[in-house]
């Protein structure tokens, strides 16, 4: 029998893409692009595309798992242990499992108090039930400490709230109408595929395309003009490009007099952030600072793609700030096709008090648990005392290889009294140092609600096929678990279909008519109004369509496919309705209702309520480092964060391993492409093979993330991070790191 099933990728994307699955007699058997979603457009992502590979990998954990050998990775490279029932593994039944766990966190909340367990997890899965509904219920109820989740955009949305009070912009759709688009930290090409075909629409009609980043990425390998910038750097530039705009009179008076507060104070401060000034920060010339921001202020209606680079330096947030003023200074949220695009995400409003319950905290301690930052891992599971961190429960994250500090992190997963539970569908560094590995299911093998954030369309990811092997979604996952707790509220035992139906209970206005029926048939979007009058049915199976190509054949880059693109004759369904311009008569929402160009809420913080620049004090700019090089510890194209990582197709379009470097750089270490060299710092040291070929200039240095038991000597580049957390929203640094680099010495033969 064969079926076709409506499902969407959850994976940390923003586009958040509506899937066609394929199933003939039970099995899997092609994935694609839905052709009628409108952002989705008919074509997948490389790394998706591939998706049966990971549905099927042979290297899937299929059964629960005890340890019973010792912590650590095993032979360098293995992505998985060579014999599952082994030295090390033992099969155990999920009841066995399920017995363990439950015994061991009776016995350590009973010793040391039911906040000696911290759940770990974050962004495996964005759906809204795998994501967090059962899981953040069993925690609560246990009252485990609470996790901080912030390593990965906190930072950003900080900063940007700080300004419009709400994680919403310009949608992707409306971006084929710029005349002037800036991507701004933003690979587009890499991490943001979907949004491309409306870019190189807006670009045969005569837009430019202008990239900013320290890095020659795939879309500044496209640009009409790219701008390297040094790293950390990004608010100063934007604070010289509103010296030039709002001294020249290039500001939207009327806009900024309607609709924001502080504008005088702004004023005041862009004066001392000349493009001179900025130059000697940024490395961008200040002839090329002022054209920008003319061509910014005058090519209209002009966007900016932002993405959350900028915000991983020690000033992210106020990065962020200062970047997200700019379209309310010129007043380019007022038009089709102007704005900015950061996160999306504040427009679906989902019932998340309903499916987290934090309410159940307090009937096991009486009182809010305490939280612990996820990007202080290390030092959480090596320092914190009182009481000490005894078991340790992961799923959706990786964290022995993406969290900052390698070193210290793997010292405390090491602890040989650490109880550690990793729910995975694969061996990954992580599992290297649990005790117990549960099998968890892909979205093939699960049902979920699902938004995006980088557009305004919900869904359901209807389930496609039976779990394979003995896998379990996180939702029965910790219903599982709840009951062998004991835990007798009636949320536990909620269906799937209750679970959603309860997050779709929204009094927003914009989520009117999402109902779980509908949106198992099609994706939805946000019903938007203006001015009072509502915009109407806006699903996009509007009878108004057109038939349009698809764009899809533009979609590559230095020869490596970007795309499943289909064949010139396929036709993609394109909606026709009023395009959602969130704050093009103000309607911010901030404490004021304008845009916060100057914030009390910042003053009480004790940082600058207009914006500022300060060099990171781990940058050259700082001059009190040793370390002359500064590392970009980016994240690899093809992969997502460590995700994908460890599949042969996938890993066949990247080059895993690198350290690329200035030409000028090498050439002062004594160093050739190809050399194998050494790059370190106080924290720790890699060995990587050096790439010289300019995607980065003189001063930076680039390696990608991996897993690290695929590296040699099991080294992550997060060996080299640190700890230390942004100005606002408490993130991680991972761009504010100074390295040196040389050869590597010979091993010797003794």
Same mark, same amino acid.
């Given at each position: ?66 340890? =019973? ?18 030295? =090390? ?312 290889? =993406? ?348």
């Amino acid at each position: 029998m064969k079926k076709v099933v409506q499902a969407a990728c959850p994976h940390d994307c923003p586009d958040a893409c509506g899937v066609l699955i394929t199933v003939e007699d039970g099995r899997a058997a092609k994935i694609q692009g839905d052709p009628e979603h409108p952002v989705t457009r008919g074509f997948l992502c490389a790394k998706v595309a591939k998706y049966l590979d990971r549905v099927y990998s042979p290297d899937r954990v299929m059964y629960p798992m005890r340890r =019973v050998g010792p912590k650590g990775p095993g032979q360098p490279g293995a992505a998985v242990p060579t014999k599952i029932t082994s030295s =090390v593994w033992q099969r155990i039944s999920w009841d066995q499992a399920l017995d363990q766990i439950s015994s061991r966190f009776r016995a350590i909340s009973a010793e040391f108090g039911s906040e000696a367990i911290l759940p770990y997890s974050y962004g495996g899965t964005l759906g809204a039930l795998n994501g967090g509904s059962m899981d953040r219920r069993f925690f609560h109820r246990l009252g485990a400490s609470q996790l901080d989740r912030t390593i990965c955009s906190a930072a950003g949305e900080a900063g940007m709230k700080s300004v419009l009070g709400a994680k919403l912009g310009t949608e992707p759709e409306q971006f084929r109408q710029s005349k002037y688009i800036i991507a701004w930290a933003s690979n587009i090409h890499g991490n943001n595929v979907h949004l491309w075909p409306f870019i190189a629409e807006a670009r045969r009609n005569g837009a430019k395309l202008v990239v900013i980043d320290p890095y020659r990425t795939r879309t500044a390998e496209c640009a009409d003009w790219y701008l390297p910038i040094n790293p950390g750097t990004d608010a100063a530039l934007a604070l010289g490009m509103m010296h030039v705009i709002i001294g020249e009179n290039l500001h939207d008076v009327d806009y900024v007099t309607k609709y924001t507060v502080g504008f005088e104070q702004l004023r005041e401060k862009v004066k001392a952030y000349p493009p001179e000034r900025v130059a000697q920060w940024t490395g961008i010339a200040a002839e090329d600072i002022r054209k920008l921001a003319r061509e910014y202020a005058t090519a209209r209606p002009s966007a900016i793609r932002l993405n959350y680079g900028v915000q991983r330096s020690e000033g992210g947030g106020m990065a962020t700030r200062a970047i997200v003023m700019l379209p309310c200074v010129i007043g380019s949220w007022k038009e089709v096709g102007g704005g900015l695009q950061m996160s999306l995400s504040g427009a679906a409003d989902f019932n998340s008090t309903g499916l987290k319950r934090p309410d159940l905290m307090h009937s096991a301690l009486g009182r809010e648990a305490r939280t612990l930052n996820m990007v202080e891992l290390g030092r959480v599971l090596n320092k914190v005392n009182d009481p000490p961190v005894k078991a340790l429960f992961v799923y959706n994250s990786n964290p022995a290889a =993406v969290c900052p500090n390698h070193q210290a992190v793997i010292r405390g997963l090491m602890r040989p009294d650490l109880f550690t539970v990793v729910h995975e569908q694969f061996f990954t560094d992580t599992t290297d140092y649990a005790d117990i590995v549960l099998p968890a299911t892909t979205f093939f093998e699960h049902k979920d609600l699902q938004k995006g954030y980088g557009h305004y369309y919900v869904q359901v990811s209807n389930q496609a096929i039976e779990p394979v092997g003995e896998c379990r979604s996180n939702v029965e996952l910790f219903r599982g678990l709840a009951e062998r707790m004991g835990f007798e509220e009636e949320c536990f035992r909620e269906s799937v279909d209750e679970m959603i139906d309860l997050a779709l209970e929204s009094d927003d206005p914009w989520m009117a008519g999402m109902s779980r029926e509908r949106l198992e048939r099609e994706p939805v979007r946000m019903k938007f109004a203006a001015s009072g009058a509502d915009f109407g049915e806006n699903s996009h199976f509007s009878q108004r369509q057109r038939e349009v190509g698809h764009p899809g054949a533009e979609l590559r880059s230095g020869g490596q496919p970007m795309a499943a693109v289909p064949t010139s004759s396929d036709k993609v369904a394109v909606p026709t309705f009023e395009p959602f311009l969130p704050f093009a008569r103000g309607g911010f929402r901030t404490r004021s209702g304008k845009a916060e160009l100057y914030s009390e809420l910042l003053k009480a913080q004790g940082l600058d309520p207009v914006v500022e620049f300060r060099p990171p004090a781990e940058s050259r700019h700082a001059k009190r480092n040793g370390l002359p090089l500064e590392l970009l510890a980016r994240k690899a194209d093809n992969f997502l964060n460590t995700t994908f990582s460890n599949l042969p197709s996938v890993q066949e379009m990247e080059e895993p391993g690198l350290l690329e470097i200035s030409s000028g750089d090498a050439q002062a270490r004594g160093i050739a492409d190809g050399d194998r060299v050494r790059v370190f710092n106080h924290r720790g040291d890699v060995e990587l093979v050096a790439r010289v070929d300019g995607k980065v200039q003189a001063g930076v240095v680039s390696a990608s993330l991996h897993w690290a038991k695929m590296a040699p000597g099991f080294q992550s580049i997060n060996s080299l991070t640190s700890e230390k957390l942004t100005d606002m929203g408490n993130s991680a640094t991972f761009y504010s790191v100074l390295v040196e680099v040389e050869l590597s010495k010979p091993k010797s033969s003794h």
